[in-house]
């Protein structure tokens, strides 16, 4: 089975920075769109960013120019850089895979906390 584990939240000030880090047990067969939600307190997931196979990215209106999106085909992983963060963007962040054929994999979800 596929477990895709996620790295790199932590508690940062604002407009610091902090990359998370996502990356499959073992390879997956085709995966065609990366991408990254987030979950707020009180709040419903959203999406954050996206990526795919070919590397067109989108990013959510309250991030672009702020976060990038990355992926390593070669070691099955998805990077989310993120800078000058905001107070808004404390969340759980989670990483998630989609194959061709529709299967989705999801991370275990890593805490980011932006405070004064």
């Known amino acids: 089975q596929v477990q895709l584990v996620e790295s790199g939240g932590g508690l940062v000030q604002p407009g610091g920075s902090l990359r998370l880090s996502c990356a499959a047990s073992?390879?997956?067969?085709?995966?065609?769109?990366m991408g990254w939600f987030r979950q707020a307190p009180g709040k419903q997931r959203e999406l954050v960013a996206i990526?795919?196979?070919?590397?067109?990215?989108n990013y959510a209106d309250s991030v672009k120019g702020r976060f990038t999106i990355s992926r390593d085909n070669a070691k099955n992983a998805v990077y989310l850089q993120m800078n000058s963060l905001k107070l808004e963007d404390t969340a759980v962040y989670y990483c998630?895979?989609?194959?061709?054929?529709?299967?989705?994999?999801w991370g275990q979800g890593t805490q980011v906390t932006v405070s004064s």
């Open positions: 990526i795919t196979s070919g590397g067109s990215t």
């Open positions: 073992r390879s997956i067969f085709t995966i065609t769109v």
């Open positions: 998630n895979f989609k194959s061709l054929a529709a299967r989705e994999y």
